[in-house]
């Protein structure tokens, strides 16, 4: 157990739909980054967020936002959901932004779009 | 543009055999590349490197970086079925990302 907590576990939902994906960091860590994992993608970066600012983008659709709250918790926005969108999506924390230091990753949202 | 590249794809082993597991990058302003273990959920952290030659080792688990070369290969010895995964490698650019490479799948048979 690394520590970092998303939720929901599954979620499955519709074409065009919005979902929102949360992410507690592990204690004292003020770094959280999102990543999209699809089958033919591996681990994409989306978004990186250091206490409570963004700090980089990745490969991240408009369609899709993110933020940083003052308890340091996250969540991501998936908005008009495609069918492409279908992947798991995996949130980690670190306590540095940018320094050495390894991310700890949560047991990631498995997400189903039909 | 930033790569990272994982060979192979794919292994399929029996217990107690020996795999090495290679991983090579083309990143700018390379700072760290790092390991990962990927069972059915989270990629778990196995190991960072950053200075070449220096063997970094947990258990049966081993990993070296050649910053000349621009790889990185992580060694399992006596491979046990509970070995079986994913094993992801990761650059750090020294930015605010990890660039992963595909990963390779290594299957251990009993």
């Known amino acids: 157990d690394s520590g970092v907590t998303q939720t929901p576990k599954h979620l499955i939902t519709a074409t065009g739909q919005r979902v929102t994906l949360r992410c507690s960091p592990r204690?004292?860590?003020?770094?959280v980054y999102w990543y999209q994992q699809s089958l033919d993608q591996g681990l994409q970066f989306l978004i990186q967020?250091?206490?409570?600012?963004?700090?980089a983008k990745g490969n991240i659709l408009e369609r899709f936002s993110a933020q940083q709250f003052p308890d340091l918790h996250s969540e991501l926005n998936l908005s008009s959901l495609e069918l492409g969108d279908s992947a798991l999506y995996f949130c980690?924390?670190?306590?540095?932004?940018?320094?050495?230091?390894?991310?700890?990753f949560g047991p990631g949202t498995r997400l189903t779009v039909l | 543009e930033d790569k990272v590249v994982q060979s192979p794809l794919s292994l399929v082993v029996h217990e107690g055999d020996t795999v090495t597991l290679n991983c090579s990058y083309e990143?700018?302003?390379?700072?760290?590349l790092l390991w990962y273990k990927q069972e059915k959920k989270a990629p778990t952290f196995l190991f960072m490197l950053t200075s070449s030659g220096i063997e970094k080792k947990s258990g049966r688990l081993s990993s070296i970086l050649d910053k000349k070369e621009l790889f990185s290969i992580l060694n399992i010895t006596a491979t046990q079925t509970g070995d079986s995964a994913v094993y992801l490698c990761a650059a750090d650019p020294s930015s605010y990302k990890l660039i992963f490479g595909s990963g390779t799948r290594l299957l251990v048979r009993p």
């Open positions: 980690a924390s670190s306590f540095l932004a940018g320094a050495v230091n390894e991310q700890f």
């Open positions: 990143v700018t302003n390379f700072r760290s």
């Open positions: 967020y250091y206490n409570g600012e963004e700090r």
């Open positions: 204690s004292g860590d003020l770094s």
